[in-house]
């Protein structure tokens, strides 16, 4: 048998990406749509996901915006069922996600209910709103974004390092529960990743000093540096491939070596 010279391709699979409007998200949006998928870009922004879906046109790829609220589940089917009936869904990437700074004291209830509703609801929602569809496609792939912060303890991340914990609990149960379905789940855990949420953080809370509190966190991981937003969409194709069709119910950190070296 001829090796596969090309062996993470997505041709002909319909992929739908939450929160593709913008960072981590639009790099894999635009990464999948370059190896032949066709994919779908949600984003609670209209505006950022005409952009990432005009990046794709762009570049001769296929791709569709849709403005949506990840934490509303009746807009969530809505949306899967219309794609569904417009070309059957083989791929969820449930990437949307919001970031929080802050220890237990420092997060009020207010905080802690939004965090909840984007970060828990909003995964359970895309998964929620896709099963049946994969399952009535004869499988598929689910691939939910979580964080180092579900595995290790980090300062200042009480009521993110909550959700991320659940992302990673959730992505294991669909993965045992849908194993029978062919229905593939897994999730990345990244450390710190260069998206524009670390470029406002910055420049909001350490204003003249971004670039030398830029270098302290990239230093914080041991490999010297934060992850690129192409290095996890790199990894979400891999994963979303055919050529990784024996791996579910697995995270994936790609954390610099933060977890097992720190």
């Known amino acids: 048998m001829q090796p596969n010279k090309q062996p993470f391709r997505l041709d002909h699979k319909v992929a739908v990406i939450t929160g593709a409007g913008s960072g981590i998200g639009r790099s894999i949006a635009t990464i999948f749509a370059a190896n032949g998928a066709i994919v779908h870009v949600v984003d609670l922004n209209a505006r950022a996901a005409e952009e990432t879906t005009n990046l794709i046109l762009e570049n001769d790829g296929i791709a569709f915006p849709h403005a ?15 794609i ?27 905080d802690f209910d939004l965090l909840y509703r984007v970060n828990v609801k909003g ?3 895309g998964m929620y ?21 579900a595995s290790v303890a980090l300062p200042d991340r009480f009521g993110y390092s909550m959700t991320k914990g659940a992302v990673l609990t959730m992505t294991y149960s669909v993965a045992q529960d849908y194993l029978k379905a ?37 230093k914080t991981q041991p490999i010297g540096r934060m992850a690129t937003v192409e290095e996890v969409a790199h990894l ?3 994963l979303c491939s055919d050529a ?16 097992k070296l720190t």
Request: glycine share 10%.
């Open 129 to 149: 709103a896709c099963i049946s569809h994969l399952t009535n496609n004869g499988g598929g792939v689910i691939l939910n974004t979580a964080s180092v912060a």
């Open 68 to 82: 949506c609220d990840v934490s509303i589940q009746t807009d969530m089917v809505a949306l899967m069922d219309k």
């Open 84 to 110: 569904q009936h417009q070309t059957p869904i083989n791929i969820l990437v449930n990437n949307a996600g919001i970031g929080f700074v802050g220890n237990l004291e420092q997060t009020t209830e207010v």
């Open 123 to 125: 995964v359970y929602n």
């Open 244 to 259: 990784a069709g024996f791996i579910t119910g697995c995270d994936y950190p790609l954390d610099g070596g933060f977890i």
């Open 182 to 218: 062919g229905i593939r789940c897994n999730c990345i855990s990244p450390a710190r990743v260069h998206t524009p949420f670390v470029d406002a953080y910055l420049a909001k809370n350490h204003p003249g000093r971004e670039q030398e509190m830029y270098d302290q966190l990239a």
């Open 236 to 238: 979400a194709l891999f």
